[in-house]
């Protein structure tokens, strides 16, 4: 399998990390890294991380300006992209086909060649035009797997809930992760009986 990871310049980089960490023990993957020049400026400011650290873990990793890159084409087989995080400048560049860096350009040939393209869209509180692109996004084919807390699964530290994103995005392209804990399930046929005289909050007189 061979996936493009973009990682640009939102808040939560280092998820970008997390997920590189997780692509390099799927088994069979070649991983093609961007990193654009927002995202460079947020390793350094919320991260101790330098790039060159994330370049280790990639096959392959291009220059956000390369427009000549082999994922600038549709030519070049890939499985598909992940976005993480995805900034609304991003958004909005996939949103209106404005390919004019090579993150952009792949996520727009991905789409152009019906591959899967998950975008993780960071930012908040969201305005109208970030939920418009957004919205445009989903109906050009990107899947939005925004970055939500996790409940149901004890995910106790920032790691866990990382992962839990991670996993759910792995989830899209058919890849086990090991350290996604999904719902286990639970019997509540019995629930009503459970939260007897505890589910009446009416007013009492
Ligand atoms: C510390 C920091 C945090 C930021 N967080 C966000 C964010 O959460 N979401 C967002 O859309 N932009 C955020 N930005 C702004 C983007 O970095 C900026 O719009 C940049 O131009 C995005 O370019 P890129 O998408 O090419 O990386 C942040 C910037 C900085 C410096």
Redesign the pocket.
Known sequence: MRLILGI?????VIMGYHMLKALKHAPDMEVHLVI????A??FE??TEMKTEQLAALADVVHSNRNLAANISSGSFHTDGMIVI?A????VAGIASGYAE?LLLRAVDVCLKESRRVVLVP??MPLNRIHLRNIKECADCGCTIVPPMLTFYNGSDSLEKQINHIVGKILMQFGIDFKDFAPWKGENIDDWKEMFSGRLDFGRHN
């Open positions: 640009s310049g939102a808040s939560g654009t020049e927002g995202a400026l947020n400011l919320e995080p900034s609304m400048k991003t860096n960071r930012e």
